[in-house]
């Protein structure tokens, strides 16, 4: 069964740091690129970062830039979301997911209509 679990999330002060993990299992990852997504309240389903299936290319949305970095450890089947500087406006449900294709993430952050696998979320707030 294909599934990917999304964990680290939580309460957090602003200016303080989250690290997001999405755990993939039931296929190989190294063959898909993976992409975090957030949605607010009230608010519609956004790519935050990306990085290709080799890891070799990564892209952040331009809120996140400078702050947040993804990464990756295929022989863990495991990519990671590190988050600093945390801003209110950074609360949200997580979600991490997956595309088939070595070309994918390759220049820019996908659009959701894209991924072919979605994990449950992970909610994280910044609130003093």
């Known amino acids: 069964q294909l599934q990917l679990v999304e964990s680290g999330g939580g309460l957090v002060q602003p200016g303080g740091s989250l690290r997001l993990s999405c755990a993939a299992s039931g296929f190989t990852s190294d063959y898909y690129a993976i992409e975090w997504f957030r949605q607010a309240p009230g608010k519609e389903r956004e790519g935050v970062s990306c990085i290709s299936s080799t890891g070799g290319s990564t892209n952040y949305a331009d809120s996140v830039k400078g702050r947040f970095t993804i990464s990756r450890d295929n022989a863990k089947n495991t990519v990671i979301l590190q988050m600093n500087s945390l801003k209110p406006e950074d609360t949200a449900v997580y979600y991490c997911?997956?595309?088939?294709?070595?070309?994918?993430?390759?220049?820019?952050?996908?659009?959701?209509?894209?991924?072919?696998?979605w994990g449950k979320g992970t909610l994280v707030t910044v609130s003093s």
């Open positions: 997911a997956a595309v088939r294709g070595q070309h994918m993430c390759i220049l820019q952050v996908l659009p959701e209509a894209y991924m072919d696998y």
